[in-house]
């Protein structure tokens, strides 16, 4: 099974979206494993958006991710990188389809609701830097076996 880190952004918060996001993410059979709620300072900005730091539009980022409260939560399930990174839609809100959270609930491509590690590897640098070793929970659920049904033989 794979993880994933996922921030709720502030717009998120401020539009009261974060229930409704969490719901899709549950309702898809994603287990949640850890969530917290913090203010992204531009430090932690910086650790996470290491590879946009030097791009022109981070000065804007930063402060859009640092302009109010977020929702971190890591969850866990087959595949879970780029089912979310599915779920989300593209960037740009005015271009994801509809059905995705992007797509149903935005028309910004910086103030875009949800953030999606990107691939295994980042989503375990990112875990890392919101979450202490012990904050990410490990536990069965009577479901795993309907939503998380093996289809290898
Ligand atoms: P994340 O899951 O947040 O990483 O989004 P992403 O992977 O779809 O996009 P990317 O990593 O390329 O960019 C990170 C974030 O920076 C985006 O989600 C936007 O909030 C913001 N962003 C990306 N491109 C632009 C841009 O051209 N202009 C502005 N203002 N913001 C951008
Ligand atoms: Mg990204």
């Not at 875009?112 to 875990?127: F, T, Y």
Request: a negative charge; hydrophobic letters at 40%; glycine letters at 8%.
């Amino acid at each position: 099974l794979e993880k994933s880190l996922i921030l709720l952004k502030p717009d998120a918060v401020q539009r009261r979206l974060c229930g409704e996001i969490i719901t899709r993410l549950e309702n898809k059979g994603l287990k949640l494993i850890a969530m917290k709620m913090l203010q992204v300072t531009k430090e932690l900005a910086a650790q996470h958006y290491e590879e946009h730091v030097e791009k022109p539009f981070y000065p804007m980022l930063e402060e859009f991710i640092t302009s109010g409260p977020v929702v971190a939560i890591v969850v866990e399930g087959p595949e879970a990188v780029s089912v979310v990174r599915g779920m989300m839609g593209k960037t740009n809100g005015r271009e994801s389809a509809p059905g995705t959270i992007r797509g149903d609930f935005g028309l910004s491509r910086q103030v875009n609701l949800i953030h999606g590690s990107d691939g295994p590897e980042a989503a375990l640098r990112e875990i890392g830097i919101y979450f202490q070793a012990e904050e990410v929970l490990s536990y069965k659920s009577s479901l795993d076996e309907w939503v998380c049904a093996s289809d290898e033989l």
